[in-house]
């Protein structure tokens, strides 16, 4: 069965990092991007980036971009997301998902941005 | 930055037929996405590639596009269908996913 299994809850304090897992299993972690999706209370669905673990391709939303940090471990079919200094808008669900890449006809690789299977979801908590 | 429009709400009768659209600027070139969340659940996706729908997704749900506009339509609504529908695509270059701000279905 394929599966995405995301670390649990976690509630910070504003000022510390935090790095949240994705373990990938049920298929080939490499044949797939990662995508990090974070949902605030209430609110809607945001794109935060994606990694490929084929290479490390990592590509970030410009919201997201020098807040987040997204990384994976190809050994233990592994994605994360992590923060240096965590804030109290931080505070929200973090999915993480997969989804499918094709080469086009000069070769390079593109993105198909859906995400066919998703994390249970991990909730993020920064409060003093 | 891009930015994909839904409706907030749509409402439909048990059985009616629900539509509910996106707009986006790049859409006549860029896939479109739908999923549905319920509440305290994980999104899932209903179609992919604007028309496309995922094995064991019943026949009821439909993706359709026309130029800047694309458009899920739930045929035969149930009030199991009940939920939070978003799209998603990308921008003109193809490099930015985005999601679109979502539509509450409810099932009078």
């Known amino acids: 069965e394929v599966q995405l299994v995301q670390s649990g809850a976690e509630v910070k304090k504003p000022g510390e990092s935090l790095r949240i897992s994705c373990l990938a299993s049920g298929y080939t972690f490499t044949n797939f991007w990662i995508g990090w999706v974070r949902q605030m209370p209430g609110r809607g669905l945001e794109w935060m980036g994606l990694?490929?673990?084929?290479?490390?391709?990592?590509r970030y939303s410009p919201s997201f971009e020098g807040q987040v940090t997204i990384s994976a471990d190809r050994s233990i079919s592994t994605a994360y997301v992590q923060w240096s200094s965590l804030k109290a808008s931080d505070t929200a669900m973090y999915y993480c998902?997969?989804?499918?890449?094709?080469?086009?006809?000069?070769?390079?690789?593109?993105?198909?941005?859906?995400?066919?299977?998703w994390g249970q979801g991990t909730t993020v908590t920064v409060s003093s | 930055s891009y930015e994909l429009t839904q409706p907030p709400s749509v409402s439909v009768s048990p059985g009616q037929t629900a539509r509910i659209t996106c707009s986006g600027d790049a859409l006549p070139n860029q896939y479109a996405y739908w999923y549905h969340q319920k509440p305290g659940q994980a999104p899932l996706l209903v179609v992919y590639r604007d028309s496309v729908r995922p094995s064991g997704i019943p026949e009821r749900f439909s993706g359709s596009s026309s130029g800047t506009t694309v458009t899920l339509t739930i045929s035969g609504v149930q009030a199991e269908d009940e939920a939070d529908y978003y799209c998603q695509s990308a921008d003109s270059s193809g490099t930015l996913a985005v999601f679109g701000g979502g539509t509450k279905l409810t099932v009078l």
């Open positions: 990694i490929y673990p084929g290479d490390f391709d990592t």
């Open positions: 998902a997969r989804g499918t890449y094709y080469y086009d006809s000069s070769g390079s690789r593109r993105y198909y941005y859906g995400m066919d299977v």
